[in-house]
């Protein structure tokens, strides 16, 4: 990968091409592994298995994660994926960065299909998901076979295809962070040492986690100008704390715009953020002078938040949080900072 450029699933694009950016979304994932049991438990039998439909689309709204039809965003039929996406091309949107790892049934054909029935950028993502996801051979590997196929995904393509990943994560991390995650993030910051690519990562569902892995990257040698931490939205609610992890010089990512319930399945010691929240802890990080790390996305996974089934699509962002960020008083410039030259600055391979 030459330096300077951006790496597409269809190949190198110019940075000044990249365009209106989501930076954490998925097109084709299965996450049925990672199904969770109702928090109300008198549900589970009932309704893990149900139909979907209108009549239970409230339940699944509040319990997202304990549908197994819902959790299978990689059954979508290929076509039914294409409109959803052309949705955001229609709104501006030009480029998305598709994080799917390893552990979630990343397929990169799949993402070159798309790219070239919608023309838009897609960056694809090396690496491995949360510890739980992964196969028993991948959880053996040392830090420098991770690292190794990382770098080979970057620089030569995956498998025997030549379509190349240009963006390394989600690097998936639990709390506390399981023995081969921490390997997984070291091999992720080899990775990205001897590639310059850009790095993401999904931090543990606690809000010491992102500065644990950022001290852990930083030890290892990562460039921390150019990574992101995803999920800021479901982790870090302390603006002291918030201001402290900007002051290592990540990225900033509030990712879940368009949820809207604020009872969280996979931490039920948080209140969910609303869009509103999201939009207020932007405007915040702009005026502390951070207008310049902060980056926005869906993180779209699951089928009840397609348009198809009711949800808000890969658009929303364009429709409904960019106006509402105009009415709170975040300027054009700004949005502009956070949808197009952050990403195109992040993504850049150094």
Partial sequence: MASGQIQTVLGPIAPSTLGRTLTHEHIKMDYKNCLQPSWRKSDAERMTNSEFNLANLGWIHQNPYSHRYNMALGDEPFEDIVGELNLFKQE????????????????????????????????????????????????????????????????????????????????????????????????????????????????????????????????????????VISHLDRTVF???????????????????????????????????????????????????????KVVIAHDIHTRHRLVKYGGHGYAHIQVNAVPKMLMRGISQEVIDKIQISNPRTWLTFK
């Fill in 238 to 292: 302390d603006r002291a704390k918030l201001l402290e992890l900007a002051a290592t010089g990540v990225y900033l990512e509030y990712d879940l715009f368009g949820i809207e319930v604020s009872y969280y399945q996979s931490n039920h010691s948080v209140d969910m953020m609303s869009d509103a929240q999201r939009i207020q802890n932007i405007k915040f990080l702009a005026s502390e002078g951070y207008a310049d």
């Fill in 92 to 227: 501006g949107g030009q480029s998305v960065v598709e994080v799917t790892t390893i552990g979630i049934s990343r397929d990169v054909e799949y993402l070159a299909k798309a790219a070239s029935a919608t023309g838009l950028n897609i960056i694809a993502g090396t690496g491995y998901y949360l510890d739980h996801t992964l196969s028993a051979a991948v959880k053996a590997s040392s830090v420098e076979e991770l690292s190794k196929t990382m770098v080979k995904e970057l620089t030569e393509g995956v498998g025997d295809t030549s379509i190349k990943c240009g963006v390394i994560g989600e690097i998936g991390c639990s709390w506390p962070l399981e023995p081969a995650e921490k390997r997984s993030l070291l091999a992720a910051a080899a990775a990205q040492s001897q590639t310059g690519a850009p790095l993401i990562i999904h931090p543990g569902r606690n809000e010491t986690s992102p500065m644990e892995i950022v001290r852990i990257l930083q030890e290892a040698g990562a460039d921390i100008n150019k990574t």
